[in-house]
């Protein structure tokens, strides 16, 4: 990988943590990086594959999506369709699959599928598979329109559903395994993954179970409050060495978010837990900003108008404010609606922080 590995890490993390949370596409990360660093000769070489030079590409280009490879292996970023990235979104445990176990999961059908010499097919291809031997180590899947045949490790099983775990619970078809024999196999043959949009995507279907399991808090039973201050927060967004840690404390955030606001959307009311997310007042910027006066409790549509700054909360009558773009909407049954809020006072949101992001958004106007 290039000397520059540091460099083209430090431009993608600032894309990646500006866009969130909405992905970032591949070019824009092709963009930042050629607008700010210095290419060499070798960066504008193609790269050379068998002895041939690459057609069509460039080793910078090369090496940035090998960059991105490197923190996806390792959980920091996940590739949530082909080109389109982000970072890590929140489960709570109840919804994680266990990737430890699954080997053991999968392992179990693939004998069922064996012993019964059960056929299945890729959704998009329609390439047809079926098991044909497994040890302790592999699992061996045999394309029946060809000879060749794909092996799968525990190794494999277990990255992909990590992978799958940070992508929160659902991602893109070819981003849990590039190979579609290994990928078309691991969902059929565990019982918590299917397809959904017709094979566009794989999605957990624990997620569809975790209201009814409920969240386990691990909140500090003495936990003693001080007053949130926006003003101290050190904003290390483009700070690569700050970003290994980028969702630190988020599921204790929001399990301690959804306790204080009764398992109900702040604005809406809204009481299904998987519509529910962890706002946060400002931007995320680091885990102090984790801080139970910088959130609130919001259903995911509700919280990406409040993150573009459509919707804010007035702080002297805790009173929504919305911006006339909405007027005309659903969503103006909400406006100058009192929110709910945490019967400790507490655990209520920083004023400082609501003013805040009215300012930011110039939703002053509309108070």
Known sequence: MSSKNATWKKYIYQAVNQNHPKPTGIEEFYELIQANVELDEHDLTPPILRGEYVSGDLNWKRNIRNALQDEKDKFRLVNIEKGTWALPRELSK????????????????????????????????????????????????ERL??????????????????????????TGRRTLNYTVAIETALVELHPELTWARE?????????????SIGFELDSQTNQVFQDFQPESIEDARTFV????????????????????????????????????????????????????????????????????????????????VMSDVLANSSYSDYDQLRIRLPRDQNKRPSSEALWAHLEEHDLLAFR
């Open 241 to 320: 060495v700050r970003t290994i840690a980028i969702r630190q404390g988020q599921p204790q955030f929001r399990a301690e978010l959804l306790e204080a606001y009764s398992r109900r959307c702040a604005i809406t009311g809204t009481d299904a837990i998987q519509a529910l997310e962890a706002a946060h007042i400002r931007p995320y910027a680091g885990p102090e900003t984790n801080h139970i006066q910088n959130g609130m409790i919001l259903r995911s549509d509700v919280h990406s108008l409040f993150d573009r700054g459509l919707v804010g909360v007035e702080p002297e009558d805790y009173s929504v």
């Open 199 to 211: 094979g566009d995507f794989i999605h957990s279907k624990k997620r569809d179970s975790s209201a």
């Open 94 to 141: 109840y919804e994680e699959i266990n990737p430890e176990r699954s080997w053991n999961i999968v392992s179990s059908k693939a004998r069922e599928y064996l012993e019964q010499g059960t056929e299945f097919s890729s959704w998009i291809q329609s390439q047809k598979y079926k098991v044909s031997d497994i040890t302790e180590k592999s699992i061996m899947i």
């Open 145 to 170: 329109d060809s000879d060749k045949a794909q092996k799968i490790t525990p190794g494999q099983i277990e990255k992909a559903i990590r992978r799958l775990n940070a992508a929160g619970g659902a």
